[in-house]
């Protein structure tokens, strides 16, 4: 009997035990994070605890009992109940997970959700439990479903992307390429891809390592499959895996046509736009390399100097573009009869220069004498008009004959005088002690003083005054240079221009006169008092690339009104280059100046330059108006201008108006401004605006 108390005690105590274990796992369930759901036998609901509320939206009073089918999709209740009661068939002494399956479930709304369950298996004294785990995944999947849509609009930049894109590994292997960068090498993605970056370039030592692109990119010729080069700027950024490897994101654009522009800019700044020749810039380059050259090593040169004879003649009597042709083909020549490693140059207007490398007296000879010949059996100019040349030749050999271009260009210039004064189509060679030594020794003094000039503030500036025909009164001035001499002297241009030209000092004193003219126009605004200045520019100047930006920062930093300033220019200066001439009056023009060209009338060209030109001013030259009292064809010649030009828009300036009857004419021809000795001489100051100066 006490055995039999004994058993049974100890029977309640166990089903005590497990009632509080079943119990304190049923609590532990209910407040778990995970959504928790227990299932009997039938796989009726018997345990769902709060995160299970949460997500599905029912109350555990609403689904306990329940069936699983409550909690799932329509129509899929059957499949998911068949997989839970073939799990674990079998003799399953332990708790086992099955493997996480993801699947669709319905919240109480009836809204459908994405979760991922894992299913035990429970056996206790024969019951079976179903305990299953689930997890929402909806924002999972939403954060997928991004993840996933910003990856495929990653993908479809990359891939199309208007610029070359590659991915590249640690070492610059390409992994993957765009379309754009396998049509830029004319590739398709699997020839590239693999490859080391570096196989591209056509030179591989020219290619910077990634680190350096990743810091400040560059601009490299790569390798087209045709075999031709294109010029592409590469830049890249680093990247770092989530194990921390090493990757790169490399940007190629093509800029081949941009680079080609460049190069073509390079090209048009060192090349005569009318010839094709080397300018004047490009042939002092060529030169000072080639005496460079010659003091270091020894080996010597020739320098030709070349003006064609009478060439001015070609352009009054069959007009400026045949003289342009006749150029074209004088280089044509030119560049036919120099030898590989020579340089043939237009220095401006009808003078031609050619630089021999390795030349000496008599090899310069026979290749002159060739020279001449050539163009003296040549037939230039159109088939209609063509016209015959002779040159004249100053040669001069480096560096025995001077030790800077523009000494070698001085006595050049001087031995192409003699070979003139010998009757042209000829040609002379310097000689140290040849008849030009007085000329040579006269010139290098004229340039020692224009540079004295320049440092000592030995320039002056004195103002002729231009009468407004119709107003009759003052309203322009213009500038003219005097040079101070040692005795307080004024030494007029004519006698130091010339120098100033042939030594390129010409470009220092053009500067000097428009800063001193600007700051005259200051002084006069601040005064109140209104005028223009005309200033002249030599054709050197008009090719000089900083001139325009000198002037603009002239005029703004003393506050000037550009409309106050007139540049002018000869019809001779714009012959010399008419295409850079016609660039830098529409520059300037288009920030306010005004223009003025001068000397028309001298030639037969001068009406294509009234209508190509957008001068605002044309000065009637001065050998119309000396005698046009008593020549009729002067009189006809001047009404014609003066018509002319109304009708182009320009207005007109007589020169050398002295006398009464000469100012009665222009102003009945309809000029529109005089200037000369009638209307005022030039001095210091300047007139008043209220009458002539007389």
Same mark, same amino acid.
Request: net charge negative; with cysteine.
């Given at each position: 009997?006490?055995?039999?108390?004994?058993?049974?005690?100890?029977?309640?105590?166990?089903?005590?035990?497990?009632?509080?274990?079943?119990?304190?796992? #049923?609590?532990?369930?209910?407040?778990?994070?995970?959504?928790?759901?227990?299932?009997?036998?039938?796989?009726?609901?018997?345990?769902?605890?709060?995160?299970?509320?949460?997500?599905?939206?029912?109350?555990?009073?609403?689904?306990?009992?329940?069936?699983?089918?409550?909690?799932?999709?329509?129509?899929?209740? #059957?499949?998911?109940?068949?997989?839970?009661?073939?799990?674990?068939?079998?003799?399953?002494?332990?708790?086992?997970?099955?493997?996480?399956?993801?699947?669709?479930?319905?919240?109480?709304?009836?809204?459908?959700?994405?979760?991922?369950?894992?299913?035990?298996?429970?056996?206790?004294?024969?019951?079976?439990?179903?305990?299953?785990?689930?997890?929402?995944?909806?924002?999972?999947?939403?954060?997928?479903?991004?993840?996933?849509?910003?990856?495929?609009?990653? &993908?479809?930049?990359?891939?199309?992307?208007? %610029?070359?894109?590659?991915?590249?590994?640690?070492?610059?292997?390409?992994?993957?390429?765009?379309?754009?960068?396998?049509?830029?090498?004319?590739?398709? #993605?699997?020839?590239?891809?693999?490859?080391?970056?570096?196989?591209?370039?056509?030179?591989?030592?020219?290619?910077?390592?990634?680190?350096?692109?990743?810091?400040?990119?560059?601009?490299?010729?790569?390798?087209?499959?045709?075999?031709?080069?294109?010029?592409?700027?590469?830049?890249?950024?680093?990247?770092?895996?989530?194990?921390?490897?090493?990757?790169?994101?490399?940007?190629?654009?093509?800029?081949?046509?941009?680079?080609?522009?460049?190069?073509?800019?390079?090209?048009?700044?060192?090349?005569?736009?009318?010839?094709?020749?080397?300018?004047?810039?490009?042939?002092?380059?060529?030169?000072?390399?080639?005496?460079?050259?010659?003091?270091?090593?020894?080996?010597?040169?020739?320098?030709?100097?070349?003006?064609?004879?009478?060439?001015?003649?070609?352009?009054?009597?069959?007009?400026?573009?045949?003289?342009?042709?006749?150029?074209?083909?004088?280089?044509?020549?030119?560049?036919?009869?120099?030898?590989?490693?020579?340089?043939?140059?237009?220095?401006?207007?009808?003078?031609?220069?050619?630089?021999?490398?390795?030349?000496?007296?008599?090899?310069?000879?026979?290749?002159?004498?060739?020279?001449?010949?050539?163009?003296?059996?040549?037939?230039?100019?159109?088939?209609?008009?063509?016209?015959?040349?002779?040159?004249?030749? /100053?040669?001069?050999?480096?560096?025995?004959?001077?030790?800077?271009?523009?000494?070698?260009?001085?006595?050049?210039?001087?031995?192409?005088?003699?070979?003139?004064?010998?009757?042209?189509?000829?040609?002379?060679?310097?000689?140290?002690? /040849?008849?030009?030594?007085?000329?040579?020794?006269?010139?290098?003094?004229?340039?020692?003083?224009?540079?004295?000039?320049?440092?000592?503030?030995?320039?002056?500036?004195?103002?002729?005054?231009?009468?407004?025909?119709?107003?009759?009164?003052?309203?322009?001035?213009?500038?003219?240079?005097?040079?101070?001499?040692?005795?307080?002297?004024?030494?007029?241009?004519?006698?130091?221009?010339?120098?100033?030209?042939?030594?390129?000092?010409?470009?220092?004193?053009?500067?000097?006169?428009?800063?001193?003219?600007?700051?005259?126009?200051?002084?006069?605004?601040?005064?109140?008092?209104?005028?223009?200045?005309?200033?002249?520019?030599?054709?050197?100047?008009?090719?000089?690339?900083?001139?325009?930006? %000198?002037?603009? &920062?002239?005029?703004?930093?003393?506050?000037?009104?550009?409309?106050?300033?007139?540049?002018?220019?000869?019809?001779?200066?714009?012959?010399?280059?008419?295409?850079?001439?016609?660039?830098?009056?529409?520059?300037?023009?288009?920030?306010?100046?005004?223009?003025?060209?001068?000397?028309?009338?001298?030639?037969?060209?001068?009406?294509?330059?009234?209508?190509?030109?957008?001068?605002?001013?044309?000065?009637?030259?001065?050998?119309? %108006?000396?005698?046009?009292?008593?020549?009729?064809?002067?009189?006809?010649?001047?009404?014609?201008?003066?018509?002319?030009?109304?009708?182009?828009?320009?207005?007109?300036?007589?020169?050398?108006?002295?006398?009464?009857?000469?100012?009665?004419?222009?102003?009945?021809? /309809?000029?529109?401004?005089?200037?000369?000795?009638?209307?005022?001489?030039?001095?210091?100051?300047?007139?008043?605006?209220?009458?002539?100066?007389?």
């Amino acid at each position: 009997m006490r055995n039999h108390q004994c058993t049974s005690d100890q029977a309640a105590e166990v089903q005590r035990a497990l009632a509080w274990s079943e119990a304190r796992l #049923a609590s532990m369930l209910a407040i778990t994070p995970a959504a928790t759901i227990a299932l009997d036998a039938d796989q009726r609901i018997v345990l769902f605890n709060e995160m299970a509320e949460k997500i599905f939206g029912w109350t555990r009073e609403e689904v306990l009992g329940q069936p699983l089918d409550i909690l799932l999709p329509p129509g899929t209740a #059957a499949r998911h109940r068949k997989f839970v009661a073939e799990f674990g068939r079998g003799p399953v002494k332990q708790r086992t997970m099955a493997e996480r399956q993801e699947l669709s479930a319905r919240r109480k709304s009836g809204e459908l959700f994405p979760v991922q369950i894992g299913i035990a298996r429970v056996s206790v004294e024969d019951e079976t439990l179903y305990l299953a785990v689930a997890q929402d995944l909806t924002e999972r999947k939403e954060t997928e479903r991004r993840l996933k849509a910003s990856e495929e609009r990653f &993908r479809l930049a990359f891939e199309h992307a208007p %610029i070359g894109v590659a991915l590249l590994d640690a070492h610059g292997r390409i992994l993957q390429v765009n379309r754009a960068f396998c049509a830029m090498l004319g590739c398709d #993605a699997a020839e590239l891809t693999g490859r080391p970056l570096s196989h591209l370039a056509l030179e591989a030592d020219a290619l910077p390592d990634l680190a350096e692109l990743a810091t400040g990119g560059a601009c490299v010729p790569l390798r087209h499959r045709s075999g031709g080069t294109i010029w592409a700027d590469l830049s890249c950024a680093a990247m770092h895996g989530q194990q921390g490897e090493a990757a790169y994101i490399l940007q190629v654009q093509d800029v081949t046509d941009r680079k080609r522009y460049e190069e073509e800019l390079v090209r048009l700044a060192l090349v005569d736009s009318l010839t094709d020749l080397a300018n004047r810039r490009r042939f002092q380059q060529v030169l000072e390399e080639a005496l460079s050259r010659a003091q270091r090593t020894g080996a010597g040169g020739a320098l030709f100097f070349i003006d064609l004879d009478m060439f001015k003649h070609i352009n009054d009597t069959l007009g400026h573009q045949a003289g342009d042709e006749v150029l074209r083909q004088v280089a044509a020549l030119l560049r036919s009869a120099v030898r590989l490693g020579d340089t043939a140059a237009r220095l401006g207007g009808d003078e031609f220069a050619i630089v021999l490398p390795g030349a000496d007296g008599p090899l310069a000879a026979r290749v002159a004498d060739r020279l001449l010949e050539s163009i003296r059996q040549s037939r230039f100019a159109s088939e209609e008009t063509p016209v015959s040349l002779t040159a004249s030749i /100053g040669i001069v050999l480096f560096p025995d004959h001077g030790s800077s271009v523009s000494e070698l260009l001085s006595k050049a210039d001087m031995a192409l005088s003699e070979a003139k004064e010998r009757g042209r189509d000829s040609w002379a060679l310097y000689t140290p002690d /040849g008849p030009w030594q007085r000329q040579l020794e006269a010139r290098l003094l004229w340039r020692r003083r224009i540079s004295q000039a320049l440092e000592q503030d030995r320039f002056v500036l004195h103002y002729q005054p231009i009468l407004d025909l119709r107003r009759n009164v003052v309203t322009h001035h213009e500038a003219l240079l005097r040079m101070v001499g040692d005795e307080g002297e004024l030494i007029f241009p004519g006698e130091f221009l010339g120098v100033a030209e042939r030594f390129n000092l010409i470009q220092q004193v053009d500067r000097w006169v428009l800063d001193t003219a600007l700051r005259q126009l200051a002084n006069l605004r601040r005064m109140g008092r209104s005028q223009v200045l005309e200033v002249n520019l030599s054709g050197r100047t008009l090719i000089d690339p900083d001139l325009p930006g %000198i002037i603009r &920062r002239g005029l703004s930093d003393r506050d000037v009104d550009p409309a106050s300033l007139v540049l002018e220019i000869t019809e001779t200066a714009a012959i010399g280059d008419l295409e850079q001439a016609e660039r830098f009056i529409c520059e300037m023009k288009a920030l306010g100046c005004r223009f003025a060209l001068d000397d028309v009338g001298a030639g037969f060209a001068s009406l294509y330059f009234l209508k190509r030109l957008p001068v605002d001013y044309v000065k009637i030259d001065g050998a119309f %108006i000396r005698n046009l009292a008593h020549d009729t064809a002067d009189q006809h010649l001047v009404r014609a201008l003066a018509t002319v030009c109304r009708e182009l828009g320009k207005q007109t300036i007589a020169e050398f108006v002295d006398s009464p009857e000469s100012l009665r004419l222009v102003r009945a021809y /309809g000029v529109d401004y005089a200037q000369g000795y009638l209307i005022g001489r030039p001095g210091p100051e300047l007139c008043s605006t209220e009458a002539p100066c007389q």
